[in-house]
């Protein structure tokens, strides 16, 4: 299983941004997909899920009505609209998927919200 994510920079508050993860080695459209993001010194939080087929979505409070998760299974990739971003979502963005009963996590790409 590999995990890529793309598409995090520095963005001033209210901006936006869309990060991609691209899923290989695994049948990524039999699999849910999450996004986690960790700030240094705090713990990694579930920011979305998404079902196999996208037609269950789940956020965190934070998030809500600012974040869109999607998919495209023809391309075994996994969004993260994020729109109207505040200082306080600045963190590692991680992509996760369970995948024959075990964890993989992609490298992160760092979202910077910053004035």
């Known amino acids: 299983v590999q995990l890529v994510e793309s598409g995090g920079g520095l963005v001033q508050p209210g901006g936006s941004l869309r990060l991609s993860c691209a899923a290989s080695r695994f049948t990524f459209s039999s699999y849910a997909m999450s996004w986690y993001r960790q700030d240094p010194g705090k713990e990694r939080e579930l920011v979305a899920t998404i079902s196999s087929a996208g037609g269950s979505r789940n956020y965190a409070d934070s998030v809500k009505g600012r974040f869109t998760v999607s998919r495209d299974n023809a391309k075994s990739t996994v969004y993260l609209q994020m729109n109207g971003l505040k200082l306080e979502d600045t963190a590692m963005y991680y992509c996760?998927?369970?995948?024959?009963?075990?964890?993989?996590w992609g490298q992160g790409t760092q979202v910077t919200v910053s004035s």
């Open positions: 996760y998927a369970r995948v024959w009963g075990y964890d993989y």
